[in-house]
Structures are given as C-alpha cells and as structure tokens.
C-alpha cells in the first residue's frame, strides 16, 4: 500500500529533493564533462563511482570492504589510468 497520502509535507518534499537533485547535479557533471572532454574519455571516468562509494563507505560508514573488493578496485583504476594515459 502506498503511504504517500499519509505522509507529511517535510516527508514528501524530503523525498522529492533526494530524487530530483542527485538526478540534476549527475546530468550537470555529465554534461559538463561532455563539453570538455571526448565521449570515450569522459566514460571512462565512471568506472570510478564503485572504488568512490566503498572509500565512502568505509570512511563514512565504517564497512570494512574485502580483500576482493580492494583487488577489485585497484584493477578498475589502474585500468581507468591506463586507458586516459595510453598514447597512440
């Protein structure tokens, strides 16, 4: 059942603005890095947002992340960098 009607007005708008502005603030920076940089390049840098949220979470929030997840992240870094710096 959908408890909408029943919420109040600081509930609504809180969820409102948790939908709406991340939405706005990833178009803008997408947006922006796609005025700058060529579409490949600025891709690439979204490969970045997984070892992003576990250093967030690990900081913020004080999950301790796995061995394979620490693999994880340092092989899509050292990816992301090896594809930004690679020459031709």
Known sequence: MLDLPRASWTTTLTGMALGLLPTAVGNLTWSYALAHLPAGRASTALYFSAPIAMSVSWLFLGESPGLMALVGG???????????TRTR
Do not use: E, K, P, Y
């Open 74 to 84: 340092g092989v899509v870094i050292a990816s992301v960098v090896l594809t930004n």
